[in-house]
């Protein structure tokens, strides 16, 4: 099992200072990865669902809701520059809401520049005033426009002449350096838990990047098995052997010392936590990423360390 941990968006976490001792901790620590999540801003007044909560409201839910949305690129470059190892992960970015090219060429640039560190996590996005705001394309063809997207950065980052032509997106005769360093590119991991998503990471994904262990998604091990059984049969009528496809899991690491009602998946002593993982890795997941983040860095960094010592160091 490779561990990853979510990187603060807000408040005091988020802080240049702060937000760089987070991610050399997590880099000494042995994280595999860190994940940003992507808005580049927010409305007052949101009407579309929320996915991850029971309720469907951002704002209730405490995610953000003051609109501090640090830029996910320029954030993991930032940090990129303080760390040697872990993996810089986009989770997940919104591949409609930027222009494709110049995404691409940002995405090989922190590739290039971090060293091959880069992991590209690609969601469709699911706040249509955002959409609208940006003026992106239409909301309602989002799906449609992230495969065109991420074909078309596949497209710029493994040919000497790139060249594509779709509904969204065009371009010919072009020189397009740096390349990413990856090779062939970066991996690709998909969010989402629907079964367009799941059909994406099994035609295009490198991974399968669903959110779990919560009430709105508890995507217990047997909804999991379900529908891990699900991508294969994608994978397979795509051509690509399922083997290949490495499954990532967003989970929330509750507080072990919450005895509060009845225990949640992550939750309780750490032997119970390190149960729940060999539970998942059974299942099939290769990755979890878990959310240390609290209202005060250092109480975050603590949580950490805790984890990396308790059930890192003998899972």
């Not at 990865?33 to 991850?52: E, F, K, R």
């Amino acid at each position: 099992m490779k561990y990853g941990f979510y990187l603060p968006n807000s408040g005091a976490g988020a802080e240049p200072d702060a937000l760089a001792d987070i991610a050399k901790l997590g880099d000494r620590l042995g994280f595999y990865c860190m994940v940003m999540p992507d808005h580049i801003l927010q409305p007052n007044q949101i009407n579309s669902t929320y996915p991850y909560s029971l309720t469907g409201d951002i704002l209730a839910a405490g995610q953000s809701g003051d609109g501090e949305w640090p830029e996910q690129i320029t954030t993991l470059a930032y940090l990129a520059g303080v760390t040697e190892r872990i993996k810089l992960v986009t989770s997940v970015m919104i591949i409609p809401y930027r222009n494709p090219i110049l995404t691409a060429k940002m995405l090989s640039t922190l590739d290039m520049l971090s060293k091959g560190r880069l992991i590209l996590g690609a969601g469709v996005g699911w706040m249509e005033e955002e959409f609208e705001l940006l003026d992106a394309p239409p909301f309602a063809e989002r799906g449609a426009v992230t495969n065109e997207y991420l074909q078309a950065f596949i497209e710029l980052w493994t040919k000497d002449d790139p060249k594509f032509e779709g509904k969204y997106v065009n371009f010919s005769d072009i020189t397009f350096l740096p390349k990413p360093v990856q090779k062939p590119y970066p991996p690709i991991w998909i969010g989402g838990q629907s079964k367009p998503a799941i059909r994406r990471a099994a035609q295009i994904g490198d991974c399968w990047h669903p959110v779990g262990a919560i009430p709105a998604a508890p995507l217990e091990p047997e909804e999991l098995a379900e529908n891990l059984v699900l991508l294969y049969q994608y994978a397979e009528k795509a051509g690509r052997d399922p083997a290949t496809i490495q499954v990532s899991v967003k989970a929330p690491l509750y507080d072990a010392d919450d005895s509060s009602g009845p225990r949640r998946r992550f939750s309780g002593s750490s032997d119970e936590v390190r149960q729940d993982i060999q539970t998942y890795s059974d299942v099939g997941v290769t990755h979890l990423i878990f959310d240390f983040r609290t209202g005060d860095p250092k109480q975050t960094e603590d949580r950490m360390a805790r984890f990396s010592e308790e059930v890192m160091a003998v899972t």
